[in-house]
């Protein structure tokens, strides 16, 4: 079973979902989709959903019966003791986080892969 929730999404993604979905409500969609058809969908989905907001709940095999998905939301998805739970951020974690973003739009990264330091390491461990 899945649920799928979209907010300010373009007409032909809607549309788009009417083929393996039903549309029970405005931008609200339920159906019974194999996990494989799922993440295809949820790939076509964040690809053409632009700046809208979209939430996918679907049964899984866990304590909580159920998995969740966001894309483009301010809330968070985090464990809590081997629970998932929805985070509402404050205002300040929500400052703080756009001040992150702008700091690291165009930093470039500095130094060596874990693959270029473990080559480097076997170029240069046998010689003392």
């Known amino acids: 079973m899945i649920v799928l929730s979209l907010t300010n999404c373009p007409q032909a993604l809607r549309g788009d979902l009417t083929r393996w979905l039903l549309e029970i409500s405005t931008g609200v969609y339920v159906g ?3 996990s494989r058809v799922r993440d295809e969908l949820w790939r ?3 690809a053409n959903v632009k700046s809208g907001r979209v939430v996918m709940v679907f049964s899984a095999k866990n304590e909580q019966r159920m998995d969740f998905r966001v894309h483009n939301s301010s809330w968070e998805p985090i464990d809590f003791d081997g629970l998932k739970l929805m ?3 404050s205002e300040k974690r929500l ?6 973003q702008e700091l690291n739009a165009g ?3 500095h130094g060596y892969s874990k693959a270029s330091k473990m080559l480097a390491a076997k170029r240069y461990g046998g010689r003392g």
Do not use: C, G, Y
Request: no cysteine; proline share 11%; charged share 35%.
């Open 87 to 89: 985070l509402r951020p």
């Open 107 to 109: 930093a470039p990264k």
């Open 32 to 34: 019974n989709i194999s």
């Open 95 to 100: 400052q703080s986080k756009r001040e992150q």
């Open 44 to 46: 076509r989905i964040t």
